[in-house]
């Protein structure tokens, strides 16, 4: 019985350690969205939350805070809410209703590579509040 049970735990351990690693990027580190899209109305603000995940090989280097490329008439702002956490609202001002792709991108440094995020934006008319995952 005592050798069923420590072949179960120590499988439970592996797909538990294995499902953590895949996590990982294998070289630098990667932005990660809480929400990938989101529904808003032109003028209203909406906030998710960005990470970023380090490499095992990257966990003590220096990375910049991310920045978005997004279309003129969408403000983004990032602020820093600690250990590779982040906040990142977004407000479309003057643009026309419809779908956008925006892309969060990040440095760090001595050419540290960093994997951009895509966000998509659809943008309507009225009060429109919906975040996808």
């Known amino acids: 019985m005592k050798t069923i049970q420590l072949l179960l735990s120590t499988a439970l351990f592996l797909i538990f350690s294995s499902a953590i690693a895949q996590e990982l990027p294998k070289d630098g580190a990667a932005l990660k969205l809480k929400a990938y899209s989101l529904t808003i109305a032109k003028g209203e603000t909406a906030t998710t939350e960005l990470s970023l995940i380090r490499s095992k090989k990257f966990r003590k280097a220096t990375f910049d805070t991310p920045v978005v490329q997004a279309t003129a008439g969408i403000k983004t702002e ?6 590779d956490l982040f906040s990142l609202a977004i407000t479309p001002e003057d643009i026309a209703p419809g779908q956008y792709f925006l892309i969060v991108k990040g440095t760090g440094k001595w ?23």
């Open 111 to 133: 050419g540290h590579s960093v994997k951009s995020a895509m966000f998509t934006l659809n943008v309507g008319e009225g009060k429109l509040i919906s975040v996808n995952p």
């Open 78 to 83: 990032i602020l820093p809410l600690g250990n």
